[in-house]
C-alpha cells in the first residue's frame, strides 16, 4: 500500500526551539507539499519541492525553511518556534499532472505541533 | 487569483438524508477539480475527482460534476450514514501549477 509517513503524530515544543518536522513517500513522486490546517482557514501552502533540492514557496513561507536532499524525503524546518505556529501540519506527494491525467495528492496523517 | 469557496458548516443531517455541500471556484483556464475527506484524527483522502468539463467523478456513493458554465463542483450524495461523518474539502489544481487550492471545508455530522 502506497503511502506518504510523517515521522510524528504529536510534538510539543518551546517557543524559539528549531523544529523538524519530516514527511517520506515511497511512490516516487517527484512533487511533495506541506501545508498546515487551521480551523476555519482551511490549508495553506507553506512550501513544495518539485525535484531533489529544488523547493518554491507557498502563501505562507514566512518564519519556515524545508530540504529535500533525497526525493522520498521532504523536510519542514521551524527556524525559531513561535506560539503562532502551533497548528496540524499535513505533507503530501504527487506525481506530474498532464492533461487528463490528475490524481491529486496522497497525504500523510499529519502532524500536530504546540508550541509552548 | 486561484480560490475555491465552499459552504459553512457544520451541516447537520440524519441518516438517509440528501446530502449536496457547495463548491463555487475561480479559476483561469481549465483546472482539475477534487473533493477530499478527511476522518477524525486522520490526514486527507481523495474521495472523487473531475479533469474536464462535465466530467462527474463518483465513489463510495458520492458524486459531483464539473460545472464550467457555474464554475461549480457541488458534492452529493443520495443516502448519508453516520459514518461519512468527516470534513470535506474542495480543491483545484489550475492548469500548469503543481499545487492545490483548496477551500476552507465543511464539517458534516450524521445523527442516527
Known amino acids: 500500500d502506497v503511502k506518504v509517513t510523517q515521522s510524528s503524530r504529536y510534538l510539543v515544543k518551546r517557543t524559539g526551539e528549531k523544529v523538524f518536522l519530516e514527511c517520506v513517500q515511497d511512490?516516487?513522486?517527484?512533487?511533495m507539499f506541506w501545508y498546515r490546517q487551521d480551523p476555519g482557514l482551511g490549508l495553506r501552502l507553506i512550501y513544495f519541492s518539485y525535484d531533489v533540492k529544488m523547493k518554491e514557496k507557498g502563501d505562507i513561507p514566512e518564519g519556515y525553511s524545508v530540504s529535500r536532499e533525497k526525493k522520498e524525503r521532504f523536510s519542514l524546518i521551524l527556524e525559531s518556534a513561535s506560539t503562532n505556529q502551533t497548528s496540524m501540519y499535513l505533507c503530501?506527494?504527487?506525481?506530474?499532472?498532464?492533461?487528463?491525467?490528475?490524481?491529486?495528492?496522497?497525504f500523510g496523517s499529519g502532524t500536530r505541533l504546540t508550541v509552548v | 487569483g486561484n480560490s475555491v469557496t465552499q459552504m459553512e458548516g457544520p451541516v447537520t443531517l440524519s441518516e438517509e438524508a440528501f446530502l449536496t455541500i457547495n463548491c463555487t471556484y475561480t479559476a483561469t483556464g481549465y483546472p482539475s477539480l477534487f473533493w477530499y475527506v478527511q476522518y477524525p484524527g486522520e490526514g486527507l483522502q481523495l474521495l472523487l475527482k473531475?479533469?474536464?468539463?462535465?466530467d462527474k467523478g463518483s465513489n463510495k456513493g458520492f458524486e459531483a460534476t464539473y460545472r464550467k458554465e457555474t464554475t461549480s463542483f457541488h458534492l452529493e450524495k443520495g443516502s448519508v450514514q453516520v459514518s461519512d461523518s468527516a470534513v470535506y474539502f474542495c480543491a483545484l489544481r489550475p492548469t500548469g501549477r503543481r499545487a492545490l487550492t483548496f477551500g476552507s471545508g465543511t464539517r458534516l455530522q450524521v445523527q442516527p
Open positions: 511512490m516516487d513522486h517527484e512533487n
Open positions: 503530501a506527494s504527487s506525481s506530474p499532472s498532464s492533461r487528463g491525467q490528475d490524481y491529486g495528492y496522497t
Open positions: 473531475a479533469t474536464k468539463a462535465d
